[in-house]
Structures are given as structure tokens and as C-alpha cells.
């Protein structure tokens, strides 16, 4: 999940040759046998990683590419990211996972970032149904706190590939964020798309994005079983 300097909004699960620096954070992301760029020139922010997923989040950088709706190419505001070590060896995928980490919220709102919330502040629960290669589900619920209230993220994401997922959401706030409501901005009102990962299926990570009153605000959680 990403914001341009143009105020576009970028979003997608891509497969690539992954370079991270000494700390552990994302350096770059190249196109699979090409060498082709699709992002670098970031400057990570709280990196972490547990050996399995890794994830964090850019401030500046440049997006190379534009996702499914033709939007994000250019220099970026904030990236959000989680990338994994390896793909799961299993044919489904069942139980509940619960968050144990997660990027700070980011607001941006006409090309610039205007707020930042907490390392670690948001936080949820994911259900999945994978049973087969397509035609699972995931049941969600998140709470991400950012600019002085609290955003909460409820629904059923569809499963769109082997191990992806992404939903709308019904969304809320304890402030006065979603006075007028708040709609996903993933494409196609979707505010969650997320991927299993690890090779015994055991990590989940989850990208969110929606628009608010205070403007679009973003980030990642990574969820464990």
C-alpha cells in the first residue's frame, strides 16, 4: 500500500527479487528474472522481521510501477509493506490468527503525509476458510488508532488466489473521521487485501487503506497462529 506526491493511491500483492538493508527493512523490490525496478529509494522505517514475514514501512522512495486501477507510479509519500521468506507447502488453510505487530497508521491527504500514529497500535483478528484453491474467506476485525481516534475495520474477504484475500469493510470511528462514511480505497471500495504466508502457513500480513475526513490512511498488520 502506497501514496504518490500526486496524491494517488497505489495497492497490490506483487512478486519480485526482494534487497533489504543491514537493519532488516525493504531496499528494493525488482521484477521476477527481469531486474526491472518496481520500487527502491525508500527510507525504511521501523523495520522488523521475525524470520518468516517482514515488514515496515518507506517514508519518500519512488513506485516504478501502477496497480490494477492504473494509479501509483511516481515518487512516494509512505509505503507500507510485509514480504515473505516462503510460500505455504499446504492446499488449505484454516484457523484464527491474531496480530502481533504492525506498522504505524499513516495519514496522507493531498500528496503529503499529515499524520503518523504508534508503532504497533493497530491491531485485529483474521479467520480463514481456505479450503481450496479459490472460493475460501476470511473473517476480520481491526482496530487501527491514528490522528487522535480510533478506526475500526469489520468483514469477509473473499479469497482471490491460492493464499490471498481481500474485502470491504464496514468501517467506524470513535471520532469524527467517518461522519459522512469511510470507503476503501483499494480499488473497488476494498480496504483489506492481505496474503498467508510461511511455509507451514502459520503468518498472515494485511494491508489496509481507506479515506477518512482527516484523508487516507494506511498501513500494515502481520498476524500469527
Known amino acids: 500500500m502506497w501514496s504518490t506526491v500526486k496524491g494517488e493511491l497505489g495497492s497490490g500483492l506483487t512478486a519480485g527479487t526482494r534487497s533489504f538493508d543491514e537493519d532488516g527493512g525493504l531496499e528494493k523490490l525488482d521484477a521476477l528474472g527481469k531486474g526491472k525496478k518496481l520500487f527502491d529509494k525508500g527510507v525504511t522505517v521501523d523495520p522488523s522481521a521475525d524470520g518468516i514475514v517482514a515488514w515496515g514501512r518507506w517514508t519518500d522512495g519512488e513506485s516504478k510501477v501502477k496497480d490494477a486501477a492504473g494509479a501509483g507510479s511516481g515518487k512516494t509519500v509512505t509505503l507500507h509493506y510485509f514480504a515473505f521468506a516462503a510460500q505455504p507447502l499446504l492446499s488449505s488453510v484454516t484457523g484464527t490468527f491474531a496480530s502481533f505487530a504492525s506498522t504505524a497508521p499513516t495519514v496522507a491527504s493531498g500528496g503529503k503525509m499529515v499524520a503518523a500514529g504508534e508503532l504497533n497500535s493497530a491491531r485485529g483478528t483474521v479467520s480463514f476458510a481456505f479450503l481450496t484453491a479459490s472460493g475460501g474467506s476470511a473473517m476480520y476485525s481491526l482496530v487501527v488508532p491514528a490522528a487522535g481516534q480510533t478506526f475500526s475495520l ?61 484523508g487516507n490512511v494506511s498501513g500494515v498488520i502481520v498476524f500469527k497462529r
Not at 473521521?177 to 480505497?185: A, K, L
Request: glycine share 26%; proline share 0%; aromatic share 6%.
Open 154 to 214: 469489520t468483514g469477509t474477504a473473499a479469497q482471490v488466489s491460492t493464499f490471498g484475500f481481500s474485502g470491504v469493510s464496514l468501517i467506524g470511528s470513535t471520532g469524527t473521521g467517518c461522519d459522512g462514511g469511510c470507503n476503501g480505497t483499494l480499488g473497488n471500495n476494498v480496504s483489506v487485501i492481505g496474503l498467508v504466508g510461511g511455509a507451514a502457513g502459520n503468518r498472515a500480513g494485511l494491508a489496509y487503506g481507506f479515506d477518512s475526513r482527516i
